[in-house]
C-alpha cells in the first residue's frame, strides 16, 4: 500500500512539473506510395524511437527542445535522415519517402527485430521471433518457440500439459517468462506459454544465459519476453481453428484509440480439446493382472479447456504519463488429469479447476521529473483460486476398466482442496542517459506468494494452516557505453528470498509421534555481469557476455503443484557461471538474395542445479540440488531469402550436460554417475523449415504461402548412463509439419495444417507420449 500511496504521489508530481509535449507525427511510403509497416523512427541525439503501425503511421512526443536528427529505416530501403529545429510545445508532421537500397548495417535487424531494439540491446545474445510471421498459423507462443536455435520445449502431453521450456540446456524454472516486461510468475494456470496464442505477440524475444537488469528476476538460464501487439489507430481482429482431438482454439483482439489519448485494449482467447490420440502402452488386466504389452490405446481422462480475456483501459501521451493503464486478467481453466509422471500411471477420475483474477497497474513516463530520465511501474495482485479434485477410490488401467474400493478414497490423495497462492508483484525501471554514449539503469522487483487453502474432505487437518508463504526481491543496478560500431553493459543484481513453512519432527523420539514447526530459511545473494558487441563492419558482428546468476527456488518446487510435482522445502538457490561468445554475418546480392549465418558458443558451470527426478515410487516428479553440473555447447542457424518470396532456414544445437559432482554428500567414494551426461535431456537437435509465397495469385492482393518446418531430435537416455540396463532409451525422433495459408488482401486468411505428418511417436519428460498426426484448419479475419 505504501508503494502505491508513493506511485500515485510521483504521478501528481509529475503532472504539475510536465509542459506541453513536442511532437512529431508522420507516415512512411516507399517509392509506390505504400504504407511501410515496421520501419523505425529514431531521434538520434535523444536514442528514442517509434515503429510504424500497418498504415505506415508513427508518433513521437516528450518535452524536447533544440535541433534534432530524424533517422527513418527499414530492411532493404535505404536510411532517411533529416533535421528538424522545434520549439518548445510545437507539432510537427512528417511525410517520409523510403528508397529501395542494399543491405545496409543500418538496416539490419537481430532476427526481425526492429532498430530501436537492436540498439537497446544488442549487447546480450538475444534471438527474436517475429511473431506477425505466424499468425496464421495455429501455433501456441510455446511451440513458436520451439523452432528457435538451443530452445527445446517439451510437454508431457496434448493441449493444456505440463510444458517444461529448456534454453541451452538450463530448463524449467531456470528461464523466466516475461509479458512486455512483467514477469509471469503469478498469471495462474489458466495463462500459460503453451496455452496462449501466437496472435497475442507481435515479437519474443529470448535472452540465453545473460539477462539484462530490466528484466528483473532470477533467470539462471535465460529469459523470454513476450511483446504484445500495440496499435496507434483502433483495430480488431478475430480467429478460431478446429483440428483433430475435437480441439477448439479462438482469440480475439481488439484496440481502440482515440484522438483525445484514451485507449481500451481487450485480448482475449480460449482452448479446448479432448486429447484423445492413441499411445502405445503395456496394460494389465484389472482384475486377472494379465500383461498386454505393446497396446494401441486412447486416452480416456484427458480433457482440457480455458478461458482468458484480458482488459486494460486508460490514457496515453499525455504531460503526466506517457501510458496509464488500469487493467484486469480474468481466466478459467479445467484440466483432467491422466497420468502420473510416468504412462505406467493412469488415472479416470481426477482432475483440476482453476481461476485467475488480476487486477493491474501499467505506468510509463519518459522526462519523469527531470530531463532524460524515463520511469516504468507495473503492479498486479492474482486472486485467483485453484481446486485439486481427487475423490473417487478406484484404480484404472489403459483399457479404461477400474475397479472400485468401498472405503472413501482417491486416485491418489482423496482431496477436494481449494487454495489460492495470493501473488502480489511490483515492478519498477528508472533509466537516465547522461549523453548519446553513457547511461544508467535501475531496477526492483518484489514478488509474494501465501498459499491458503483447506480440504473440504478433511477441514479439520491442521496441516492445511501450515504456513506457505514466500517474499522475493531482485534489484539490479546497470551501466551502458555505447559507440557507433561497439557498445558494453554492466551490471550487477541482489537477489534476496524469505520463505516461511511448517517441518516435521518427532519431539518424544518415539514411533510415529509427529509434531510440526514453524521454520524461517533466508537467502541473500550478489550476482553480476558484463555484455559487449562489436560490428567488425557492415556484415559482421561479434558478441560477448558473461553472468554470474543465481535462481531461487520456485514456489511449486518448495511446497508442490498438487498433480505430479511433490514439493522439496530443502532445496537451496542454484548459482551458474554463464558465457557466451556469437557471431553473426549478414550478406546481400543484387537487392534480392539475402544471408544470415548465426553461430555462438556457450559455457554454464552451476553448482547446486535444480533438476527433476522420480520420487521414491516413481509416481511424481521432485526436484533436487545436485552439487555440480557444467554444460559446453554450440548452436548455429542459417537462412537464405529472396525477394520476400523464398525463406530457408535450419539451426542445430549441441550441449554436453555433464554431472560434475565427484562425491555425494558425506560420501568418500567417487559417484558412479560422476562426468555423467544429465539423463532426460535431450543433447542433440534441430529445426529446418521452408516457405515460398505466390503474390497476387488469381487476384491482385491476394497470396498463398506454403510453409513447411522439421523437428529432429536424437535419441537420449532416460536415466544416468552408467547405470547399465537401467538407462532406458529415448528413440530419435523426426517430425514434419506442414501448413497452406490463402490470404485475400489484409483483411482474411485461411490457413490448413497438419502437424506430424509422418504420425511418428514422439516422446518427452520421462517418455510420456505425445499426440500423432493431427490436421487442423483455421480462419483469421481483420476488420479493420
Known amino acids: 500500500m505504501r508503494l502505491l500511496i508513493l506511485f500515485f504521489a510521483l504521478i501528481s508530481f509529475s503532472a504539475l512539473s510536465q509542459e506541453e509535449k513536442t511532437t512529431i507525427t508522420g507516415k512512411v511510403t516507399d517509392a509506390s506510395g505504400n504504407a511501410v509497416f515496421g520501419a523505425s523512427i529514431v531521434i538520434k541525439e535523444l536514442g528514442k524511437g517509434k515503429v510504424t503501425d500497418e498504415k505506415g503511421h508513427f508518433l513521437l512526443s516528450g518535452e524536447w527542445e533544440g535541433t534534432f536528427t530524424i533517422e527513418s529505416s527499414y530492411i532493404g530501403y535505404k536510411t532517411h535522415t533529416q533535421t528538424l ?5 510545437e507539432t510537427r508532421n512528417l511525410a517520409i519517402g523510403l528508397q529501395e537500397s542494399a543491405y545496409a548495417l543500418d538496416e539490419v535487424t537481430v532476427s526481425g527485430k526492429s532498430v530501436v531494439q537492436q540498439v537497446k540491446e544488442k549487447a546480450f545474445n538475444v534471438g527474436v521471433v517475429d511473431a506477425k510471421k505466424l499468425h496464421h498459423t495455429t501455433l501456441d507462443l510455446g511451440h513458436a518457440l520451439d523452432r528457435v536455435s538451443g530452445i527445446r520445449v517439451r510437454e508431457s502431453g496434448g493441449v493444456g500439459s505440463q510444458m517444461n521450456f529448456s534454453i541451452n540446456g538450463f530448463r524449467g524454472k531456470q528461464v523466466r517468462f516475461f509479458i512486455d516486461g512483467i514477469p ?16 497475442l505477440a507481435e515479437r519474443i524475444e529470448v535472452y540465453k544465459g545473460v539477462v539484462p537488469i530490466g528484466l528483473g528476476s532470477d533467470a539462471l538460464g535465460g529469459a523470454v519476453n513476450i511483446i504484445t501487439n500495440t496499435y496507434a489507430k483502433s483495430h480488431v481482429d478475430a480467429s478460431y481453428s478446429y483440428g483433430s482431438f475435437n480441439t477448439h482454439r479462438t482469440a480475439i483482439n481488439a484496440v481502440y484509440v482515440s484522438d483525445s489519448g484514451f485507449i481500451t485494449q481487450i485480448n482475449a482467447f480460449q482452448n479446448y480439446s479432448n486429447n484423445n490420440y492413441k499411445v502405445n502402452v503395456d496394460v494389465a488386466d484389472i482384475d486377472t493382472g494379465q500383461y498386454y504389452p505393446d497396446q494401441t490405446v486412447e486416452r480416456f481422462h484427458d480433457t482440457y479447456h480455458n478461458e482468458t480475456i484480458i482488459v486494460n483501459t486508460g490514457l496515453v501521451d499525455k504531460s503526466y504519463a506517457d501510458q496509464l493503464l488500469i487493467g484486469i486478467t480474468l481466466g478459467s481453466s479445467y484440466k483432467e488429469i491422466q497420468t502420473g509422471a510416468r504412462i505406467v500411471s493412469v488415472f479416470g477420475g481426477w482432475h483440476r479447476k482453476g481461476n485467475t483474477i488480476m487486477p493491474s497497474l501499467k505506468y510509463k513516463k519518459d522526462d519523469f521529473l527531470v ?3 524515463n520511469f516504468r511501474f507495473n ?8 481446486k485439486n479434485i481427487d475423490t473417487l477410490n478406484r484404480r484404472y488401467n489403459w483399457f479404461g476398466d477400474f475397479k472400485t474400493y ?21 515492478v519498477a525501471n528508472w533509466d537516465y542517459r547522461f549523453n548519446k554514449n553513457h547511461s544508467l539503469a535501475l531496477s526492483n522487483t518484489v514478488n509474494s506468494f501465501n498459499r491458503k487453502g483447506e480440504n473440504e474432505l478433511d477441514p479439520a487437518n491442521a496441516i492445511y494452516e501450515h504456513p506457505k508463504k514466500t517474499l522475493k526481491n531482485i534489484t539490479g543496478l ?9 557498445n558494453a553493459s554492466l ?7 524469505q520463505n516461511k513453512f511448517s517441518q516435521s519432527y518427532n519431539p518424544s523420539g518415539n514411533y510415529g509421534d509427529v509434531a510440526y514447526r514453524n521454520q524461517i530459511n533466508k537467502f541473500n545473494h550478489l550476482g553480476y555481469g558484463i555484455a559487449v558487441t562489436h560490428f567488425i563492419n557492415d556484415n559482421l558482428q561479434l558478441k560477448v557476455s558473461y553472468e554470474k546468476s543465481y535462481r531461487l527456488p520456485e514456489t511449486e518446487e518448495l511446497y508442490g503443484d498438487l498433480i505430479n510435482l511433490q514439493g522439496n522445502i530443502e532445496l537451496k538457490p542454484e548459482r551458474s557461471n554463464n558465457y557466451n561468445l556469437g557471431v553473426s554475418y549478414w550478406h546481400t546480392i543484387k537487392k534480392k538474395h539475402r544471408l544470415n549465418i548465426n553461430s555462438s558458443g556457450f559455457y554454464r558451470d552451476a553448482a547446486d542445479f535444480i533438476r527433476p527426478r522420480l520420487n521414491s515410487n516413481q509416481t511424481m516428479q521432485v526436484m533436487d540440488n545436485l552439487g555440480n553440473v557444467t554444460n559446453l555447447g554450440v548452436e548455429a542457424e542459417i537462412r537464405y531469402s529472396y525477394n520476400d518470396r523464398l525463406s530457408i532456414g535450419a539451426n542445430m544445437t549441441y550441449q554436453d550436460l555433464r554431472n560434475n559432482t565427484q562425491y555425494e554428500e558425506g560420501q568418500t567414494i567417487e559417484s558412479v554417475v560422476y562426468r555423467d551426461r544429465i539423463p532426460n535431456m535431450p543433447y542433440l537437435y534441430g529445426n529446418a523449415d521452408a516457405s515460398y509465397t505466390f503474390n497476387n495469385l488469381w487476384n491482385k492482393g491476394h497470396q498463398l504461402n506454403i510453409g513447411y518446418n522439421a523437428l529432429y531430435v536424437h535419441a537420449f537416455y532416460l536415466y544416468w548412463p552408467s547405470l547399465g540396463s537401467n538407462k532406458l532409451d529415448i528413440p530419435e525422433q523426426i517430425s514434419h509439419d506442414i501448413n497452406l495459408t490463402y490470404s485475400f488482401k489484409k483483411s482474411l486468411q485461411i490457413t490448413l495444417e497438419c502437424r506430424n505428418l509422418g504420425n511418428k511417436n514422439l516422446y518427452d519428460n520421462f517418455s510420456l507420449q505425445k499426440p500423432g498426426r493431427s490436421f487442423t484448419g483455421k480462419i483469421k479475419y481483420t476488420f479493420f
Do not use: C, T
Open 85 to 89: 529545429k522545434l520549439q518548445h510545445g
Open 184 to 199: 509471469m510468475d503469478n498469471f495462474g494456470s489458466s495463462f500459460q506459454i503453451n496455452n496462449i496464442p501466437i496472435n
Open 371 to 373: 530531463k532524460k530520465l
Open 379 to 386: 503492479a498486479n495482485y492474482n486472486f485467483g483460486k485453484e
Open 406 to 426: 468401498e472405503n472413501p478414497g482417491g486416485e491418489r490423495s482423496y482431496s477436494l482442496y481449494k487454495y489460492g497462492n495470493n501473488n502480489a508483484l511490483v
Open 478 to 486: 546497470g551501466y551502458n557505453y555505447e559507440r557507433e560500431n561497439w
Open 491 to 497: 551490471f550487477l543484481k541482489q537477489y534476496f528470498q
